[in-house]
Structure formats: C-alpha cells, structure tokens
C-alpha cells in the first residue's frame, strides 16, 4: 500500500467514524428538537410531572384569570385537546386570549403545565405552525 493510498483510507475511515457520532447524536435527540409540544402531543405522549418541555398552542378565550399575587391561568388549545397552564410573572405586551403562546416550563403532579417563561413573538399574528395546519384542516382558519 502506497502513502497515498494509507492516508487515503485514514481520512476515509475518519469520516465514516464522525458520520457515525454524528447519527448516534441526532437520535439520541429525537424528540428532543422539537420546538414545542401541542396539548395534543403532550396527551399521547404521556409526559412524565416534572420533565421540562415547550407547551405551544392558542390561548382559549374566557380562561385567563390573573390574580393580585401575580399568579396567571390560562388554557392553552389546539382545537382537539386543551392544557391548563400556571404562570408566575409578567406576562408578554402582546398576550391575550385567541392568540399563539409557547410557554416553558415543566409538568405538575396534578396534569396542568407549570410555566417559568411565557413567549410571544413580536407580530401580532403570530401562530404556530402546527397550529395553523389544524385549523385549516378543521376548516376555522382565518388567516
């Protein structure tokens, strides 16, 4: 075998390994890439209480209740399943009932979703995709 030849194969052998890691990686992540879970997804996936996830959908209108303490509720939607969501602090200029959220935060003991952050993007017409893909599948898209 010639030195060309050898390091020929090396660098072959190379890639091959860090194709490898690579595949090993990307599927020891698999649900992790998601960006969101939809209520939905949460239900059939039975996500265990205390595991940190993104819960995304539509805020359901009449849910909100905000109290003195600074404790909010609300019930986030996909239009088949609903999530109840409790957050502590200041919610994003832009929320509001009938909108698009993606809260973080962790499941509780008792089924509802423990926010720590609450996200809004910056356009008022902001959906989530997935979202969006429903209701135009349900025919209430309003886009």
Do not use: C
Not at 29 to 53: C, M, W
């Amino acid at each position: 075998m010639t030195r060309k030849q050898k390091r020929l194969s090396i660098i072959l052998a190379g890639l091959g390994l860090l194709g490898v890691a690579a595949g090993l990686v990307l599927f020891a992540l698999n649900d992790s890439i998601v960006f969101f879970y939809t209520p939905s997804e949460i239900a059939q996936k039975h996500i265990t209480s205390g595991q940190r996830i993104r819960l995304g959908g539509l805020v359901e209108k009449g849910t909100l209740v905000k109290s003195n303490d600074g404790l909010v509720a609300f019930v986030v939607t996909d239009m088949t399943s609903t999530m109840k969501v409790n957050y502590k602090g200041l919610l994003p200029d832009l929320f509001k009932e009938g909108q698009g959220v993606v809260a973080e935060g962790a499941m509780a003991a008792d089924g509802t979703f423990k926010a720590d952050s609450v996200l809004a993007k910056h356009d008022e017409k902001y959906m989530p995709k997935e979202i969006v893909d429903k209701l135009k599948a349900q025919g209430q898209w309003k886009g």
